[in-house]
């Protein structure tokens, strides 16, 4: 069981549509992160939210802290065929960053 | 600045061979973590090593070991290679320790290891 899970684990969409991604656990979380991998390359930092029910704006990507710590939103307005990745959240637990899964979107133009 | 330097990018190896991979963090960065990285299992924490102490360790067998060097550079080891052990293997480094509020990683673009 892992415990970040994130969902759905494969999204394909058409150019310009919406989408959100979702990561929940049971444990709070005094931060969670979200990167960006494409295909052979690390992860890329996107953000990371602090405090419960912070909502943070990169261009189209609006990222939301649950109120209570426990879980997270990354959602994207109008995607692009740029935003094609791998989408993972993480949060700090016992002196390590654990992930979630995953995360596979697919954009089509 | 520069960001995180792994090498070598590629490697192919036989099985039962060993192999080590290095990691330079960014300059001033004393923290740097290690994960495993496979479409099976997603990204798995192997170690991590703090002003060349190993901090914390994943759930791996003692053939992944690792080690950080006075400069902050840190080498990991994989003996007697298993097909298994066929992954991306990335690190991260930090300016705070791991799990001390870090709220930011800075990845190496990976290693890639085959084991054939």
């Known amino acids: 069981t892992q415990l970040l899970e994130q969902s759905p684990q494969f999204l394909s969409i058409q150019e310009g549509e919406n989408l959100t991604v979702y990561c929940n656990s049971s444990?709070?979380?005094?931060?969670l992160q979200w990167y960006r991998q494409e295909p052979g390359e690390g992860p890329v930092l996107l953000v990371t939210v602090v405090t419960g029910g912070e909502v943070k704006k990169l261009k189209r990507l609006t990222f939301q802290f649950g109120d209570a710590r426990k879980d997270s939103s990354l959602h994207i307005t109008a995607a692009q065929p740029g935003d094609t990745g791998l989408y993972l959240c993480?949060?700090?637990?016992?002196?390590?960053?654990?992930f979630g899964a995953g995360t596979i979107l697919r954009v089509k133009s | 600045k520069a960001g995180v330097t792994q090498t070598p990018r590629y490697l192919i190896k036989t099985r039962g061979q060993q192999v080590t991979l290095s990691c330079s963090p960014i300059?001033?960065?004393?923290?740097v973590s290690w994960y495993q990285q496979t479409p099976g299992q997603g990204l798995q924490f192997l170690f991590e090593?703090?002003?060349?102490?190993?901090?914390n360790k994943g759930n791996f067998p003692g053939r992944f070991s690792g080690r950080q060097f006075s400069n902050s550079r840190s080498e990991m080891n994989v003996s007697t290679l298993e097909l298994g052990d066929s992954a991306l293997y990335l690190c991260a480094s930090s300016l705070p320790p791991a799990g001390q509020g870090a709220h930011g990683y800075t990845f190496g673009s990976g290693t890639r290891l085959t084991v054939v």
């Open positions: 090593y703090f002003s060349e102490t190993q901090r």
């Open positions: 300059s001033g960065h004393r923290s």
């Open positions: 444990s709070v979380f005094s931060s």
């Open positions: 993480a949060g700090e637990y016992g002196n390590k960053l654990v």
